[in-house]
């Protein structure tokens, strides 16, 4: 299995661009979710998702979209990069919710300029 | 008030010290608690569950106090491989969302 894998590994935008951020996972887990990490503030759930066709808003939604057609991939849109949204974005998946372990994938990190 | 809070640290102590972290969490309906352990520029990897009646994995113990809404990680025997940041991770509410500590760094000196 390959776990969660996440693209692109770097990215660098300018104010304004969108792109979007690939996340996908091969161990038929239900729940995904993106965080983003800035320095001193932790990881913050951005949105998050229990299930294909199934997503809700985490602490930190705004700027974000998301959408779940498959159980594999989970992709975080960006319709128009801000500065503040500079971070590393982390995705995770877990078998189920409250107690099960969450694998994260090997992040992205953002630029926007 | 934040839902999680962690004590930022550094911690350096050196090898073969005792070494505890602290977590304290506002919401008293959370109802999962974890340690992740996450390496300089690396994705967060689960350490621990924590559980009611607390628990041990090797050198590492995990303790929950309800009444003081705290748990609390202690490693033993540390080794220069233990040099990280913990993270605290506590479950809130309908159980969909996980809230991180901002982790506490931890440094092992030869």
């Known amino acids: 299995n390959a776990g969660v894998t996440q693209t692109p590994k770097f990215q660098v935008l300018k104010t304004g661009q969108s792109m979007t951020l690939q996340c996908a996972q091969d161990m038929n887990h239900e729940y995904m979710s993106w965080y983003r990490q800035d320095p001193g503030m932790g990881l913050r759930l951005i949105h998050y998702s229990v299930g294909a066709g199934i997503t809700d808003q985490g602490e930190v939604p705004n700027g974000y979209n998301v959408s779940r057609s498959t159980t594999e991939d989970f992709p975080l849109r960006l319709l128009s990069a801000a500065p503040s949204q500079t971070s590393v974005y982390f995705c995770?998946?877990?078998?189920?919710?409250?107690?099960?372990?969450?694998?994260f994938g090997p992040g992205t990190r953002l630029t926007v300029l | 008030r934040k839902e999680v809070e962690q004590d930022p640290g550094p911690f350096n102590v050196p090898e073969g010290a005792t070494v505890a972290f602290n977590c304290t969490y506002s919401n008293s309906a959370s109802q999962s608690f974890f340690w992740y352990r996450q390496d300089c520029r690396k994705e967060p990897k689960l350490l621990m569950s924590v559980y009611s009646s607390g628990n041990e994995d090797g050198r590492f113990t995990a303790q929950l106090n309800r009444a003081s809404q705290y748990i609390s990680l202690l490693i033993r025997d540390s080794k220069l491989s233990d040099s990280a940041t913990y993270l605290c991770v506590v479950n809130v509410g309908t159980g969909n969302q996980f809230y991180f500590g901002t982790g506490t760094s931890l440094t092992v000196i030869p």
């Open positions: 995770a998946s877990s078998y189920q919710r409250k107690t099960d372990t969450q694998y």
